[in-house]
């Protein structure tokens, strides 16, 4: 969620890419079509890639002509050196491999199929076990080829662990025993073993839930009990009678999950409980300490105001548990954000990102001493890994600022080199062994390129340029993304850019689309390649629409004063940035200041509905898919990281949420939701439509069956945009 450099107020930098010079004479026209519901727009990128140990080589699943494949190519020739596992090889005959991990030495393959999908992450699927350059098909990891969640080698290679029906199970590969299963009080919507709930799935983006120690001998794992919590449930429509699909999920103050973490020994199943927690706090990470058998376990209070890690040595437990030993506690006055970057040496010191210092910085942790690798107004974005053998750390940053992301290394002396300055947005993926990397760049008006690095960041090879993308493009009209800045009425410099028809005439006067998301965590103001979305607002730029896009106070990269303004009341200073915005762009002759409209999605749509309803006197026209409009409705986690509980902050969660201001709406709204949205309910949509009609509201609202929060599969997405066009040509 982040910085320092910004672009003097009301500047304009211009993305004109080569392919919006050259497109002077356009011969197509954009469709929703074309953008939703075809190939014609196909990007190229660089999918699928596993560097093996060595560092040298990496696998790729690829298609043949009676299944697919995992093969084996060279990272520095690209040519393919071996084809390690074929479909027909491991089923036997047809089927196809949908996922695969390796066994330590690389030996064995673990390959997945049929995948069938619970939530955003988590997923079950049927699993076989097959050892390369074996005369013999693949054996399945069942004997009754049962689907099941999160199977996993052991350290060792001659284990796999799993969850079924809620329950922990290990199978010995060696000697064909029948499954053991580690724990028996698993049900479902009462209690998870080695898996998570929904909500620490869904906003602390983990769906795993056990760990195999590095030896092999103990398997860490979470229990939930959530019997306490109260059940959600959403008719499924298709059949006579819908059937309800229920399950736990506790919305903001209510109660939460009980969870525990527990140690069990795989050869005895002796188990040991480490740590427990009520449902007012949160264990949002646990994770064994490199090589050693330490486990450290993440601790927060309910607020997400203070995180503990704590350490549990292992290696030295015996009958009952051992004692934990705090290594580092870390508070704030809003929220200490939840990360993965620990990196654990083997001197018992520790790497972390902290936002401990007011912006994300890497810090050398050793004992009470914490020693800042990086520092300066800037934040670093993701952490790609540590170099053992050369003792440096890669990551992305935002030095440049909020609109970009670069690469660089730090030493753990705080020796900093960047990698690369390109204006633009970088990601880079290392081998294991830190030789080569695959670099990918873009910026607003330029599709991404892959490359391969060496270490030392020479190109080595081009790996895609999308120059087939670039040729599709060159017979359209594409509109520049224009960044700029402007002040807001409390002194802060947003970031925006801006979208001109090709045939923009200054003299003229035109419509505005708004396009937002707003909230913490994501920022649409990017100098990144758009994509489908880049194509979209292509097509209304077509259609004679200038379209905006700005990211308010709460959004990130640019450090934790500026991204934690909103908290206890989200929705208040965004809605002010919004109108603020609105009123920067009715100044402007060739902008109609009475025909501004808004459109956002999840966060965004939550923000639209405040532009429209507190903002009503500067937006004329919004769509709003799949809003919150009432932050009690949310879920706990999220929620009261930014607002704490409606009993401790009721004016926060009243005072901005859309359900409250549904008097104040003038102008026309379209309200979209899908009937199966487990992340934010219907239940939203209902309130809002019920809160309109109480105010004698005219507007206009969708639902679509049995579908999640992505709404999408079939006909959806296009079905969905070509109604969002037809509402803007009707009310814009």
Request: glycine share 8%.
């Amino acid at each position: 969620m982040r910085t320092a450099f910004f672009l003097a107020s009301l500047a304009v930098l211009s993305t004109f890419s080569s392919l919006a010079q050259k497109n002077t004479v356009p011969t197509e026209r954009w469709s929703n079509e074309k953008i939703w519901y075809s190939s014609t727009f196909r990007s190229e990128g660089v999918y699928g890639i596993r560097s093996m140990a060595d560092g040298v080589h990496y696998t790729s699943l690829e298609s043949t002509e009676d299944g697919n494949a995992v093969v084996k190519y060279a990272y520095r020739t690209g040519e393919a050196v071996d084809t390690l596992a074929k479909s027909t090889d491991i089923y036997g005959g047809p089927g196809r491999i949908s996922g695969y991990q390796f066994s330590a030495d690389e030996q064995q393959l673990l390959v997945s199929s049929g995948h069938e999908s619970i939530y955003r992450h988590s997923y079950s699927a049927s699993y076989h076990v097959y050892r390369m350059g074996s005369e013999d098909a693949g054996q399945p990891l069942l004997a009754d080829e049962a689907k099941v969640r999160l199977a996993t080698f052991s350290p060792t290679g001659d284990k796999v662990a799993y969850v079924r029906d809620n329950n922990l199970w290990v199978v010995s590969l060696d000697n064909g025993s029948a499954p053991v299963q580690l724990t028996t009080d698993g049900r479902w919507n009462e209690v998870i073993n080695g898996a998570s709930d929904w909500v620490y799935e869904e906003e602390f983006g983990k769906d795993r839930g056990f760990f195999w120690s590095p030896n092999g001998q103990r398997i860490a794992y979470y229990r939930f009990d959530e019997s306490a919590v109260r059940e959600f449930g959403m008719p499924m429509y298709g059949s006579l009678y819908p059937d309800p699909y229920t399950f736990k999920y506790p919305k903001a103050g209510e109660i939460n999950s009980e969870v525990s973490i527990h140690a069990v020994d795989v050869n005895s199943a002796r188990t040991v409980e480490l740590a427990k927690v009520d449902g007012d706090h949160y264990i949002p990470r646990i994770m064994w300490m490199g090589s050693t058998e330490n486990l450290m376990v993440m601790r927060m209070n309910r607020h997400q105001n203070k995180m503990e890690l704590m350490r549990f040595n292992m290696g030295a437990a015996g009958e009952e548990a051992p004692e934990a030993e705090m290594m580092f506690v870390e508070e704030a006055a809003t929220h200490v954000p939840v990360q993965d970057n620990f990196t654990f040496l083997g001197d018992g010191s520790f790497l972390m990102t902290s936002m401990m210092d007011g912006y994300n910085h890497l810090y050398h942790v050793m004992g009470d001493d914490r020693k800042p690798l990086t520092s300066g107004a800037w934040d670093i974005t993701s952490v790609h890994g540590y170099d053992a053998k050369r003792k440096v750390v890669y990551f992305s940053g935002s030095w440049a600022g909020a609109t970009q992301d670069h690469e660089a290394k730090v030493d753990l002396k705080g020796r900093m080199t960047v990698l690369d300055e390109t204006p633009g947005t970088h990601g880079v993926r290392w081998s294991k062994t830190f030789d080569y990397a695959i670099h990918d760049h873009s910026d607003a008006g330029t599709p991404p390129r892959y490359v391969l690095r060496d270490r030392k960041w020479k190109e080595i090879r081009m790996l895609r340029d999308n120059a087939g993308l670039r040729e599709t493009l060159s017979s359209y009209a594409v509109s520049p993304r224009e960044f700029f800045t402007f002040t807001d009425d409390a002194g802060e410099d947003l970031n925006c850019w801006m979208m001109k028809p090709t045939d923009f005439d200054p003299e003229k006067q035109y419509p505005v689309y708004v396009a937002i998301y707003g909230g913490p965590g994501v920022n649409t103001v990017n100098d990144s390649w758009g994509g489908t979305t880049f194509y979209w607002h292509n097509l209304l730029c077509q259609e004679g629409y200038i379209v905006v896009s700005c990211d308010p106070r709460g959004t990130p990269k640019r450090g934790r004063d500026f991204e934690h303004s909103t908290y206890l009341q989200l929705g208040k200073l965004e809605t002010e940035d919004f109108i603020d915005l609105a009123e920067h762009l009715s100044a402007k002759d060739y902008i109609d200041g009475d025909r501004i409209g808004i459109q956002g999605w999840s966060y965004g749509g939550y923000m639209t509905l405040l532009a429209m309803t507190k903002g009503a006197d500067h937006y004329a026209a919004g769509i709003s898919v799949a809003p919150v409009t009432n932050w009690r409705f949310y879920d706990s986690i999220y929620t009261e990281r930014f607002m704490r509980t409606p009993q401790e902050n009721a004016d926060g969660y009243d005072d901005n949420s859309p359900i409250n201001h549904a008097e104040k709406l003038k102008g026309e709204l379209l309200l979209v939701h899908g009937s199966a949205d487990d992340n934010v309910h219907f239940q939203n949509a209902m309130e809002m439509v019920d809160a309109l009609v109480a105010e004698g509201k005219d507007f206009d609202f969708f639902a679509y069956p049995n579908r999640n929060h992505g709404i999408y599969g079939d006909n959806t997405r296009l079905h969905l945009f070509d109604m969002m066009l037809d509402f803007l040509r009707e009310n814009l």
